[in-house]
Nanobody, 124 residues
Framework: QVQLVESGGSLVQAGGSLRLSCAVSGRTFSSYFMGWFRQAPGKEREFVAAISWSGGSKYLADSVKGRFTISRDNAKNTMYQHMNSLKPEDTAAYYC?????????????????WGQGTQVTVSS
């Protein structure tokens, strides 16, 4: 059993920054490929970023490249997403997810464990 808990979501003005955290417990964090997804009302859940178990490989959606970064601290069992230059279209519930594989996936259906989500709202 793996538990994921996101935090850091907030209301922020356009151009602002936030850092999301995902705390993981229950299994060996370092053996999981981790990802961030987001879902806006009425839209399908979409890939934002993913990071390999070692942190050596990182993947970002085109819509956030140059603005978001993903990182993880295996000693703290925590993954992070730094979001800069936020835009109103970044408004969504953000979810962290884990999959016990050593390969990346941008498909939310291929992740086994999910957090409850944290809301990010960007005002214009």
């Amino acid at each position: 059993q793996v538990q994921l808990v996101e935090s850091g979501g907030s209301l922020v003005q356009a151009g602002g920054s936030l850092r999301l955290s995902c705390a993981v417990s229950g299994r060996t964090f370092s053996s999981y490929f981790m990802g961030w997804f987001r879902q806006a009302p009425g839209k399908e859940r979409e890939f934002v970023a993913a990071i390999s178990w070692s942190g050596g490989s990182k993947y970002l959606a085109d819509s956030v490249k140059g603005r978001f970064t993903i990182s993880r601290d295996n000693a703290k069992n925590t993954m992070y997403q730094h979001m800069n230059s936020l835009k109103p279209e970044d408004t969504a519930a953000y979810y962290c997810a884990a999959r016990p594989q050593y390969s990346v996936s941008r498909n939310y259906r291929e992740y086994d464990y999910w957090g409850q989500g944290t809301q990010v709202t960007v005002s214009s």
